[in-house]
């Protein structure tokens, strides 16, 4: 995969990427979730590693196992991924924001099992916290890599994401598309960057698509130093 050079683009440079989706629990068997099955996320981890960083992977409940050499954090809801991503935020020089987050949760949890009535039900759902914006509020140091799933105006809403969560690079996917989005193997991907511009790619592997993102994030981390 890579020449001499590449092998060393992330060494000695701290990465945490956020995997997978969440689980928001509405009593002790059931929860929201999402379709996310976090093949792009450690496809990011596994090729940050090989790119010579030391690597964390904050991961919500998925099928795969965790690339050999990086620090695995297995967690469940947005809350507790927020709160292990804040737990080595401050020391990170690259923070990849690939896990599909809830965007709400059930107001109430249940301690027992709900039973069944007649008719219909509603639950209610509340915000969760925006991980991103919120690593963007706080930022230092760090370079902030989003990612925006959409299934139309990928553009438009990919250079908003960019300004409200304060990052300096949105990966964004047209998820209607074949071979993009979750679950295969492949993805098609658009780099939108601070300085306006946007580089679109040919379908690819999720792993050659971590490779492009890697690569374009440690230009940039190179030049802000
Ligand atoms: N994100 C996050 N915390 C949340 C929701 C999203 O950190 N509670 C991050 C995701 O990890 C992703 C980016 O924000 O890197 C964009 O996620 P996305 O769902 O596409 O955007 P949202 O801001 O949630 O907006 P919407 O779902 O309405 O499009
Ligand atoms: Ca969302």
Redesign the pocket.
Request: no cysteine.
């Given at each position: 995969f890579f020449d001499g050079k590449e092998k060393k683009l992330l060494s000695g440079k701290q990465v945490i990427v956020?995997a997978g989706p969440t689980r928001e629990a509405v009593d002790p068997v059931r929860f929201f979730t999402n379709k996310s099955t976090g093949k792009m996320g450690y496809a990011i981890a596994e090729a940050a590693y090989e790119f010579g960083a030391d690597v964390t992977l904050i991961s919500g409940p998925v099928n795969i196992a965790p690339p050999s050499g990086v620090t695995i954090c297995h967690v469940e809801s947005?809350e507790e991924?927020?709160r292990a991503v804040m737990d080595v935020y401050d020391g990170a020089d690259l923070v990849v924001?690939?896990?599909?987050?809830?965007?709400y949760r059930p107001r109430f949890v249940h301690e027992n099992k709900m039973k069944k009535q007649e008719g219909s039900m509603t639950i209610e759902l509340e915000?969760?916290?925006?991980?991103?914006?919120?690593?963007g509020e706080r930022k230092t140091n760090q370079f902030l890599?989003?990612?925006?799933?959409?299934t139309n105006d990928v553009e438009v809403?990919a250079k908003r994401?960019l300004e409200?969560?304060n990052?300096d690079m949105?990966v964004a996917n047209n998820v209607k598309q074949e071979g993009a989005g979750f679950g295969g193997d492949t993805n098609i991907i658009s780099i939108f960057h601070r300085d306006g511009t946007h580089r679109d790619f040919e379908k690819m592997t999720k792993k050659e698509a971590a490779v492009q993102i890697l690569k374009d994030a440690a230009v940039r981390i190179g030049e802000a130093e």
């Open positions: 956020t947005a991924m927020f924001k690939t896990a599909a987050v809830a965007d915000r969760t916290r925006d991980i991103l914006k919120t690593l890599v989003g990612f925006a799933a959409e809403y994401k409200s969560k990052a949105i």
